[in-house]
């Protein structure tokens, strides 16, 4: 049973229907309509050392990075972050540690202009577990569900540093290519940048949590649709070329971490997309377009080719 299997019987199952909830389990944030012309978004994620972060980490990373990923997940709705709680299982209240995490989480708050709260303190294994808050204008959040055939695919930006910075954690490489790496994978930017265009012009949305691939795969899945992207415009980050050689492509699309977006927009609303984010100086990738047939597809050279989705996965 897998990640999303499970979640699907043992809770999505439990699903009980309301007027008010717009979007349940399912897409990056649950959508909620709490007033005319305003809803809701509310997300959760957890970062469990070891898996999401080693706990030998400047406490500092770890509460920044922890902030940032559920940012991401408010900014794949095409929402702003408003509040956040912060739920902090510890080993041991050590004051230097609190410290660290604490001005680490200062710093992600303030960039955001996010409020904190509330939350949880517990002793256990170290865990931080953050729900976060937003709002969207009434009909303006993006779904997974929303990708149309013939609708064209974009990047954010780059993928594949922060899973090649993993790939490395116990590796010695050139000293500026691992402070690169490392800055990939601790400091993400969720693009909240985003919001305007998305909410003019995005049919549907995911953030690159797990892997373009599986994220992409998303959208698919819920909009029953697939993809075919054009692998020779894929934004490889050039220091996955630089150590993956050939297998650049196959690392980056399966590789997790990168919190950049992956969005659709319309045919007929392309030409309006590209000048506005050329105005806002917002540089975005054309990687592929939806198609009929279910399933992935790359196009490599003149060929096409099925590709399995594959991200990181819990279980
Ligand atoms: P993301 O990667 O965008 O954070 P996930 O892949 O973690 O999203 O989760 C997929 C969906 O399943 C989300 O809508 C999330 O809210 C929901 N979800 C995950 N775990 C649970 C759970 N234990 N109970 C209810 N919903 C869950
Ligand atoms: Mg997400």
Redesign the pocket.
């Known amino acids: 049973m897998n990640?999303?299997s499970l979640?699907e019987k043992?809770?999505?199952a439990l699903t009980i229907p309301a007027k008010d909830v717009l979007l349940?389990?399912?897409?990056?944030?649950?959508c909620i309509h709490i007033e005319k012309g305003k809803n809701l978004l509310i997300?959760?994620?957890t970062s469990v050392a070891g898996t999401h972060f080693l706990s030998t980490w400047d406490p500092y990373d770890i509460a920044y990075k922890a902030l940032m990923?559920n940012i991401s997940?408010i900014a794949?709705m095409g929402g702003i972050p408003w509040w956040i709680t912060l739920a902090l299982t510890l080993p041991d209240a050590e004051p230097s540690w609190l410290e660290r995490f604490s001005s680490g989480l200062k710093q992600g708050l303030e960039q955001f202009n996010i409020a904190l709260v509330g939350g949880d303190t517990t002793r256990g294994p170290l865990n931080i577990t953050i729900t976060i808050f937003g709002l969207v204008e009434e009909g303006k959040e993006i779904r997974r569900s929303g990708a149309k055939v013939g609708d064209k695919i974009y990047l954010s930006g780059s993928i594949g540093a922060a899973a090649l910075a993993v790939s490395f954690l116990d590796h010695k490489i050139d000293a500026n290519d691992q402070k690169i790496l490392m800055d990939k994978l601790q400091k993400p930017t969720p693009r909240t940048d985003l919001q305007p265009l998305l909410n003019k012009f995005a049919t549907s949305a995911?953030?690159i949590?797990?892997g373009l691939s599986a994220?992409l795969n998303?959208i698919c899945v819920e909009s029953k649709v697939g993809a075919i992207i054009d692998f020779k415009n894929l934004p490889i980050h050039p220091l996955v070329k630089k150590y993956q050689g050939e297998k650049a492509i196959e690392f980056a699309i399966t590789g997790g971490d990168d919190y950049e977006l992956c969005f659709t927009v319309s045919e007929k609303d392309e030409q309006a997309f590209l000048k506005e984010a050329a105005k806002e100086k917002i540089k975005c990738y054309s990687i592929g377009e939806i198609e009929a047939q279910n399933g992935l597809r790359a196009k490599i050279k003149e060929e096409v080719r099925n590709i399995k989705p594959h991200g990181y996965q819990h279980f």
């Open positions: 990640e999303f979640i043992y809770f999505k349940g389990i399912g897409d990056d944030a649950a997300s959760t994620d990923v997940d794949a995911v953030d949590s797990d994220d998303h």
